[in-house]
């Protein structure tokens, strides 16, 4: 009798981990109040209702020390072009999303992946005011001459 609980129990685990799948790739488009996460993974858009008891979180740190920790507004802490893994599980013949890892939290400052924009990307919009009061944003100046930006204080 013990085998044949262990033998059940061997297929339902086994088959449990067939139903569950990830994908892996960037956010088109979120809507919180729906329950829907867009991804573009594999260069084609893929739609995905989020079960409302989803795990949303976050890896923090790099390399062998990253850990997640749960993003406390859920589906709302995710937004538009991170980088995300997506664990789904089929129930009724669709595809539920179960669990949202963001894979690069985005910067409070500037709502990117990191610190700046990655390399290769052009720089944020930015307006600045010169000191004699007129504004200058930096998309005027591309193509024209380089720019270099300086911040820091003296006191």
Do not use: Y
């Amino acid at each position: 009798m013990r085998n044949i609980a262990c033998a059940w129990l061997v297929v339902l685990v086994g088959s449990a981990s067939v139903w569950a799948d990830t994908v892996k790739g960037k956010v088109k488009r979120v809507d919180a109040d729906k329950s829907t996460i867009t991804v573009t993974a594999d260069d084609k858009n893929q739609s995905f209702d989020v079960a409302k008891d989803a795990k949303v979180v976050k890896v923090v740190g790099k390399g062998k020390k990253a850990t997640t920790e749960t993003v406390q507004d859920g589906l709302k802490g995710v937004a538009k072009d991170q980088e995300v893994t997506l664990t789904t599980e089929t129930k009724d013949d669709k595809d539920v999303v179960t669990q949202v890892k963001i894979e690069r939290a985005r910067n409070k400052a500037n709502g990117r992946g990191g610190p700046g924009p990655e390399v290769g990307q052009p720089a944020p919009e930015l307006k600045l005011k010169t000191l004699e009061g007129k504004e200058v944003d930096l998309a005027s100046s591309k193509d024209k001459m380089p720019v270099v930006l300086i911040f820091g204080s003296c006191t």
